[in-house]
């Protein structure tokens, strides 16, 4: 069965690019244009990873991230932020709120799928 990745982005494009990416390694994809749509998503289905954005409309990466470890059943699912953002200071903050991992984009796909296979096992 295949895994199953959330995107959160609030870019149509950014969220296209990573949906083909993903599919065409064999991932399901589902996705979110915000945090808080992501986090409506999230109480009904199961997902095996979360890509998200840091700066969002509604709920940014960083409160997504600290509301879905709050969640039980996400509380050890893998969190990747994927953002423009590449200060060390703005990482902290993504580790202390619970992210796996830190993406800077632009990226290469390789670059993407790589970390996904190596969180995801």
């Known amino acids: ?18 949906n083909f990416i993903l599919k065409q390694a064999g991932y399901e994809v589902v996705e979110a244009v915000d945090g808080r749509d992501a986090v409506n998503k999230l109480s009904d289905i199961h997902v095996d990873m979360l890509l998200t954005d840091l700066n969002m409309p509604n709920k940014n990466g960083l ?20 953002t423009t953002e590449s200060q060390t200071e703005m990482k902290q903050k993504g580790k202390a709120a619970g992210a796996t991992g830190w993406i800077v984009k632009p990226f290469k796909p390789k670059q993407l799928l790589a970390v996904i296979k190596k969180v995801l096992g």
Do not use: C, G, N, Y
């Open 63 to 82: 409160e997504l991230i600290e509301t879905v470890r709050s969640m039980p059943k996400f509380k050890f699912m893998p969190i990747i932020m994927l």
């Open 1 to 18: 069965m295949a895994k199953v990745i959330m995107t959160a982005d609030d870019s149509t494009s950014m969220r296209q690019m990573i």
